[in-house]
């Protein structure tokens, strides 16, 4: 269509995974949390009020900040919120890597957005494939010619998670290097190690966030990004180059009361980690390859039938999980963990499907 520009004509979108209308499936496909948020949410939402809509929200999501930054030990200035953690990570792509200058850095397997962003704001990239255990190759990473590194901790789609001290060391060999390193810890909370503290040690170290996981809020697109204030600046210069409200006000309300309570995020947390290893040592008993996970998923394959043939039977017994026809992830499927229950209709579906 002679109206569009070459970039909307070229561009491979990232494809979310899908959210169908068509009948109600267990849905097991895009690592929502199965329990809903904290209390304090829907509380938080029966008192709004509505008439404050009128007005902007505020631009720079203040008071969101601050209730981060008293949850994760740090200062407002050390903290960028973003519409998703999804906006945060894209604007992080023109923060800190020029336009056909030095690439990005990050592995073959991983979360497939990285690629997306680097190829709208036409930043290259240096792709290293994960060692054969699906784990990262840091010092292939660090051998690279780069600017940077996009880590993933826990790994998407593979959930395998890196300790803190790992972490620490990789981001020290990067410092010295003079290159940034954007740890992407979505799903950290499963896990419990994330880097937020020794982002007061390393300038170079900035770590995102999100509301979607941990704290059951998908539905109100939030996540944020914790670094030195000269990075945090910078996101804030980009945010501001495209809209200077991504999080409403309703969202910043919502968001800061679910921050707050710890507690009850840490409870959900455990039951679905517990869910994590009881659903994940089932797999193991029923033949299928499966990696040690620190998040709400778990990726299984390697069994007689493909990842395709898998998720299609499935989704015949209403059973939703992710799917990729790509190398390597063709014979897996990345399964959320879900209520006890879910999980034992999956486990039940699959058993049969085998059979
Ligand atoms: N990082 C990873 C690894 C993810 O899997 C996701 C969820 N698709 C995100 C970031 C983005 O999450 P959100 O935009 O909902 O914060």
Redesign the pocket.
Known sequence: MQYLSRRSLNIAPYT?GEQPKERTYIKLN??ENPYPPSPRVQEVLRAFDAGTLRLYPRPDADGLREAIARAEGVKPQNVFCGN????V?ALSFPAFFDEGGLPACFANLT?S?YEVFASFFGVNTHIVPLLEDFSFDLSAMLAADCKGYYL?NPN?PTGIALPRETVEAFVSKAREKGRIVIA?E??MDFFGESAVPLTKSYDNLLV?K???KSYSL?GI???YAVGDTGLISALFRMKDCFNSYPVDAVCQAVCAAAVEDKDYREKTCTLVKTERERVRSELLSLGFTVPKSGANFLFAGRVILSGEELYSALKREGVLVRFWNKPILKDFLRITVGTPSENDALLEKLKEILR
């Open positions: 979310a895009t690592n998703g953690s999804d906006e990570l979360y957005f993933c998407a992407d979505a799903y995102v999100t509301f979607s998908a697109r939030c996540g």
